[in-house]
T-cell receptor, first 113, second 120 residues
Framework: DAKTTQPPSMDCAEGRAANLPCNHSTISGNEYVYWYRQIHSQGPQYIIHGLKNNETNEMASLIITEDRKSSTLILPHATLRDTAVYYCIVKSNSGGSNYKLTFGKGTLLTVNP | GAVVSQHPSRVICKSGTSVKIECRSLDFQATTMFWYRQFPKKSLMLMATSNEGSKATYEQGVEKDKFLINHASLTLSTLTVTSAHPEDSSFYIC????????????????FGSGTQLSVL
């Protein structure tokens, strides 16, 4: 699985957009970019994923650069409840024996009032 | 969305006792479940992969006799921490894979809310 690099922490004002970057320069053609988040003392929660095209759902938007070496998760209007650790994970869906999700250190996003 | 229920959410036990943690998929069948451990301010570490009806696969460095995993039905997996010691105190999280087949759809991976284990 390709390695990802994220800033350890970020701050955002409530109501503003939160843009969380992730570098994955060694991503291969069949690997997706997944984003999860973990609110304190809870289990992780799936947010969004993408392969090449930008994606949007009710939680967030995912912007993937054309060369796929980096991506940005966008929370359009951050709320205090969005304070969490955000994990960017690159995985192939081909399964087999390598279907384990490996969580790195992620980015602690703190949304301030 | 799919729900994974984990119980108990918090448990305190004495050193030397065993503790069982349950992970249930409430509205789907889960042929594969995963168990993670998380120490304070650290990331999740995968402990083992549990497949219904077969023995669990443990990650390197995880003692299978210490952390007993049973996945006897398509909706329930249990993790038993045997002869718990203070160093086993941690946040334990399960996840369940919805669907089967060779393709692993990570958006179909749902996590429980975790169990905080404190061993005195």
């Amino acid at each position: 699985d390709a390695k990802t690099t994220q800033p350890p922490s970020m701050d955002c004002a409530e109501g503003r957009a939160a843009n969380l970057p992730c570098n994955h320069s060694t991503i291969s053609g069949n690997e997706y970019v997944y984003w999860y988040r973990q609110i304190h003392s809870q289990g992780p929660q799936y947010i969004i994923h993408g392969l090449k095209n930008n994606e949007t759902n009710e939680m967030a938007s995912l912007i993937i650069t054309e060369d796929r070496k980096s991506s940005t998760l966008i929370l359009p209007h951050a709320t205090l409840r969005d304070t969490a650790v955000y994990y960017c994970i690159v995985k192939s869906n081909s399964g087999g024996s390598n279907y384990k999700l490996t969580f790195g250190k992620g980015t602690l996003l703190t949304v301030n009032p | 969305g799919a729900v994974v229920s984990q119980h108990p959410s918090r448990v305190i036990c004495k050193s030397g006792t065993s503790v069982k943690i349950e992970c249930r998929s409430l509205d789907f069948q889960a042929t594969t479940m995963f168990w993670y451990r998380q120490f304070p301010k650290k990331s999740l570490m995968l402990m083992a992969t549990s497949n219904e009806g077969s023995k669990a696969t443990y990650e390197q460095g995880v003692e299978k006799d210490k952390f007993l995993i049973n996945h006897a039905s398509l909706t329930l997996s249990t993790l038993t921490v045997t002869s718990a010691h203070p160093e086993d105190s941690s946040f334990y999280i399960c996840s369940a894979r919805r669907g089967t087949g060779g393709e692993m759809l990570y958006e179909k991976l749902f996590f429980g809310s975790g169990t905080q284990l404190s061993v005195l």
